[in-house]
C-alpha cells in the first residue's frame, strides 16, 4: 500500500526557506516517481518538482517548474525513504498546500496531477509579505 506524509511545513517571511519532506511507502512498487505539487485558494493544482527514487545520483532524474527552478531543490534519501523540497527565496505567491504524490515507475514526462494516482493529505506553506 501505497503511503505519503509530508512535514515541515509552515509560515515564514518572504526571502525565507522552508524545507519540505515527504516519507514514503510505496510498497507493492520498486521503484515510483514522487513528486510535489502545490494549490493556493482557487487556482489549480500545480506541479512543482518530480524526482525517480530508483536512481539517487542526481539531476538526470529530477525536473522542477519553471517557476520555481533557481529557488526550490527537490532530493531524495533512499535510506530513509524520504524526498525532499528544499525551498529558498520564498515569495508569498508560494503560499499554497503543497502535496507530495507518487506514481509507479519513471517520471511522467508531463509534471501534472492527472498522472499520480497516489496521493499524501498536504501542508500548509504561508508566506508573508
Known amino acids: 500500500q501505497v503511503q505519503l506524509v509530508e512535514s515541515g511545513g509552515g509560515s515564514v517571511q518572504a526571502g525565507g526557506s522552508l524545507k519540505l519532506s515527504c516519507l514514503y511507502s510505496?510498497?507493492?512498487?520498486?521503484?515510483?516517481?514522487v513528486a510535489w505539487f502545490r494549490q493556493a485558494p482557487g487556482k489549480e493544482r500545480e506541479g512543482v518538482a518530480s524526482i525517480y527514487t530508483g536512481d539517487d545520483t542526481g539531476d538526470d532524474s529530477t525536473s522542477a517548474a519553471d517557476s520555481v527552478k533557481g529557488a526550490f531543490t527537490i532530493s531524495q534519501d533512499n535510506a530513509k525513504n524520504t524526498v525532499y523540497l528544499q525551498m529558498n527565496s520564498l515569495k508569498p505567491e508560494d503560499t499554497a498546500m503543497y502535496y507530495c504524490a507518487a506514481e509507479a515507475g519513471m517520471c511522467p514526462g508531463n509534471l501534472a496531477s492527472i498522472e499520480f494516482e497516489h496521493w499524501g493529505q498536504g501542508i500548509q506553506v504561508t508566506v508573508s509579505s
Open positions: 510505496i510498497t507493492p512498487y520498486k521503484t515510483a516517481c
